[in-house]
Antibody
Framework: EVQLVESGGGLIQPGGSLRLSCAAS????????MSWVRQAPGKGLEWVSV???????YYADSVKGRFTISRDNSKNTLHLQMNSLRAEDTAVYYC????????????WGQGTLVTVSS | DIQMTQSPSSLSASLGDRVTITCRAS??????LNWYQQKVGKAPKLLIY???SLQRGVPSRFSGSGSGTDFTLTISSLQPEDFATYYC?????????FGQGTKVEIK
């Protein structure tokens, strides 16, 4: 059974850093197209970052230069390093596995809340 | 960037009603269009992928259609568990953008 379990969220001051983790089971992270998608309180969904199986990474303009997506193959885990956090980064962050040729998100984690506030 | 526009933003419907939600892309995306359902406090759930393919385990009352720039999600007979927010998402480009969502409420 495929499972994605996020951790690492919390309250952080503006300008601070946080590292999110997503522990995967039931499949191999490094063989898949993995993403982070976020949702600000009461708002819609925003694709934050992706990492392809080959290692290529892409970022939304809103986080480029501040966030870094990576994976730990030995632990089958996906990470999102978030630096220089801003109030507008406050959101639930979902770990997501993209499946099939349609590039749809077939599997989602339960989400972890990041609150950026002083 | 490809923009996705859903309509309506919200709707009220009764049990058993046929419900249609539309999604328009700012440029042609072929059939790289997916639909998700999200309930309050929960992660989204994939309903339809590639514009018209039903995800495994999703009831057959859900259907999708369209290609190019115009797409539709239809619920043939609204059930109590269908009250939720629905999002379209284009997967034509690397960072697939989502529509703003359509909230389906009880009339």
């Amino acid at each position: 059974e495929v499972q994605l379990v996020e951790s690492g969220g919390g309250l952080i001051q503006p300008g601070g850093s946080l590292r999110l983790s997503c522990a995967a089971s039931g499949f191999i992270v490094s063989s898949n197209y993995m993403s982070w998608v976020r949702q600000a309180p009461g708002k819609g969904l925003e694709w934050v970052s992706v990492i392809y199986s080959g290692g290529s990474t892409y970022y939304a303009d809103s986080v480029k230069g501040r966030f870094t997506i990576s994976r730990d193959n030995s632990k089958n885990t996906l990470h999102l390093q978030m630096n220089s956090l801003r109030a507008e980064d406050t959101a639930v962050y979902y770990c997501a596995r993209v499946t099939g040729g349609s590039n749809a998100v077939g599997y989602w984690g339960q989400g972890t809340l990041v609150t950026v506030s002083s | 960037d490809i923009q996705m526009t859903q309509s309506p933003s919200s709707l009220s419907a009764s049990l058993g009603d046929r419900v249609t939600i539309t999604c328009r892309a700012s440029q042609s995306i072929s059939t790289y269009l997916n639909w998700y359902q999200q309930k309050v406090g929960k992660a989204p759930k994939l309903l339809i992928y590639a514009a018209s393919s039903l995800q495994r385990g999703v009831p057959s009352r859900f259907s999708g259609s369209g290609s190019g720039t115009d797409f539709t999600l239809t619920i043939s007979s609204l059930q109590p568990e269908d009250f939720a927010t629905y999002y379209c998402q284009q997967s034509y480009s690397t960072l697939g953008t989502f529509g703003q969502g359509t909230k389906v409420e009880i009339k």
